[in-house]
């Protein structure tokens, strides 16, 4: 089990060497998409069992996706705000990160207990948990995505 926490892990931070060249060549935008749709992938993936291969690949597949998703994030946040904001900007983002990280944290745990009769159940109801507030994210890169192509028309 902890070679799959360790293998989570460096697929969540890994890819930071890297994240930024893609973001320069194919926008933030982009790898954003990719990340919401690899977070997506990862938690259909999750309702198929609970044995440790499933959750190995899962928990690579959401390290990567988080990674994607969240640089992509990032970048369009500071980019969208003047140098002299982006500072405090950051670092509300951080907070609000941390403080939703920490209520996931929270709800998870208590999904997984008060979810059926079995870890399995459980399991499954964290997973599709996580679906509304992706799709929530992919509308706002969806509409985000129209507001900058109209706006690049003008």
Known sequence: V???VSAHVLAMFVPSFFTGHLIVRFGARSIL???LVMLAIAGFCAL???DLENFFA????VGLGWNFSFIGATTLLS????PHERGRVQGMNDFFVGAGVTLASLTSGGLMNC??????EGWAAVNLAMLPLLCLAALALFFLTNKAIKNERI
Request: charged share 15%; glycine share 14%.
């Open 115 to 120: 979810s059926g009769n079995s870890a399995l």
């Open 2 to 4: 902890a070679d799959i």
């Open 58 to 61: 899962v928990l690579i597949m």
């Open 33 to 35: 998409a990719i990340g």
């Open 48 to 50: 198929e069992g609970i």
């Open 79 to 82: 980019e969208s705000h003047k």
